[in-house]
């Protein structure tokens, strides 16, 4: 199981539709509001790491209203 943390940042007065639709995506266990340089974190559960890169690229990017997504992958010790 790869997880990872996908911080994105969105238009201003975007945020709610944002949210909306991540939140919507198959392998998006959480996903919370947040401020900072970043608007939204979405946790993301999936077999293999390629996935995580698919989701991010072909899922999350082209959604309307974002403008920068920072992708943080989980290790094991």
Not at 34 to 43: K, P, T, V, Y
């Amino acid at each position: 199981m790869s997880v990872a943390f996908v911080l994105i940042r969105v238009i201003p007065g975007k945020e709610q539709d944002v949210y909306n639709l991540v939140s919507m995506l198959k392998y998006v266990t959480e996903i919370h509001p947040i401020l900072g340089e970043f608007d939204i974190i979405a946790r993301i559960e999936t077999e293999d790491l390629s996935k995580i890169g698919k989701l991010v690229i072909q899922d999350i990017r082209t959604i309307s209203g974002v403008v920068d997504t920072k992708t943080l992958t989980e290790i094991k010790l």
